[in-house]
């Protein structure tokens, strides 16, 4: 496992490389300058090239790579032009709102599609007919429409949730689960519908093995032939279907970020680009896609485990 564990991470770290200098290019490319977002439309020609030259950004393109490349190493991802913060202080404060929605959606994702997949593929022809109903359903409900209906409903209407804002879990545990229930319902349920399908077809394919009706004909109990059996040997396409429904969730909050007004990374990062704070957008880059990577890596690592024959691939 270890070995398997070094292997990963050997090509996390070029892909990482990779993709901070393909998104230092691309930001670099945006049209504006760092002197014009600081000094405003209303700040002379004169000015705002006095301070790109004060704070280096006239110098090559390639200097201001390798000046900014050993800063991230160092862990100086550089100063935000909007706030004279680190940029790395502001993520730190929103990546917890944007996990706390994320997490609890993968989690929602989880447990009920995984629950809907197995119904659907161990019951009848009615109900399987009812769970992609319902699937099907969940998939082409847009997340801001349903994140507004939720809102209308159990917020406005039952008043069983707040509307808006996010509330710190070291402040309060059950104020912080009432803050992120409505967005992660929102974030999740078309991952809800995608993983249920992916246990369905899975599952499908697993029980209609000869090793399963050898266990069936020895009488094996049917909660045994299903989940120590059956679920295992068909998880591995659900955990990889898991990893890509995360990452995809992790974009997905953007959108519901604004509707239940969350200061996550989904705002920063909308704040950032309208602002061409280039130092924070290029930190709010290098954060996710170490996230994504974090997130293959353990998917990767849980399939080895699961699959003992892709340790030696």
């Known amino acids: 496992m270890l070995s398997t564990i070094s292997k990963r991470l050997l090509t996390v770290?070029?892909?990482?490389?990779?993709?901070?200098?393909?998104?230092?290019?691309?930001?670099?490319?945006m049209p504006g300058s760092p002197g014009r977002t600081i000094l405003g439309e209303s700040a002379t020609p004169e000015a705002v090239e006095a301070l790109n030259e004060q704070m280096?950004?006239?110098?090559?393109?390639?200097v201001q790579y390798w000046s900014w490349l050993t800063g991230v190493l160092t862990g100086d991802f550089g100063t935000?032009?909007?706030?004279?913060?680190?940029?790395?202080t502001d993520v730190n404060s929103r990546l917890p709102i944007t996990l706390s929605v994320v997490i609890g959606a993968v989690i929602l994702t989880v447990v009920i599609g995984v629950t809907f997949g197995v119904l659907s593929a161990m019951s009848s022809r009615r109900v399987d007919r009812g769970t992609q109903a319902v699937s099907s359903l969940m998939m082409s409900v847009p997340s801001f429409w349903l994140g507004a209906l939720l809102v209308l409903v159990f917020s406005v209407k039952l008043g069983m949730f707040p509307s808006v804002g996010y509330v710190p879990v070291e402040q309060s545990f059950s104020g912080w689960l009432s803050s992120i229930t409505?967005?992660?319902?929102?974030?999740?349920?078309?991952?809800?519908?995608?993983?249920?399908?992916?246990?369905?077809?899975?599952?499908?394919?697993?029980?209609?093995?000869?090793?399963?009706?050898?266990?069936?004909?020895?009488?094996i109990p049917h909660r045994s032939l299903v989940f120590r059996h059956a679920l295992r040997n068909a998880s591995i396409?659900?955990?990889?279907?898991?990893?890509?429904?995360?990452?995809?969730?992790?974009?997905?909050?953007?959108?519901?970020?604004?509707?239940f007004a969350l200061n996550g990374l989904g705002a920063?990062?909308?704040?950032?680009?309208?602002?061409?704070d280039l130092p924070m957008i290029l930190t709010v880059v290098i954060c996710t896609t170490t996230i994504v990577l974090a997130v293959n890596l353990l998917v990767d690592i849980a399939n080895s485990w699961l699959n003992p024959k892709m340790r030696r691939s």
């Open 13 to 29: 770290i070029p892909m990482l490389w990779a993709i901070a200098t393909m998104a230092f290019l691309l930001v670099n490319l």
């Open 56 to 62: 280096g950004y006239n110098r090559p393109l390639v």
């Open 80 to 88: 935000s032009l909007q706030t004279g913060r680190p940029a790395i």
């Open 182 to 219: 409505l967005p992660a319902i929102s974030v999740g349920a078309v991952g809800v519908a995608a993983i249920s399908r992916q246990t369905r077809g899975a599952m499908l394919d697993v029980l209609g093995n000869d090793y399963i009706r050898t266990l069936r004909a020895t009488g």
């Open 237 to 259: 396409p659900i955990v990889t279907s898991v990893g890509f429904q995360f990452i995809g969730l992790l974009g997905g909050t953007v959108i519901v970020e604004q509707v």
């Open 268 to 276: 920063l990062t909308l704040q950032a680009v309208n602002a061409k």
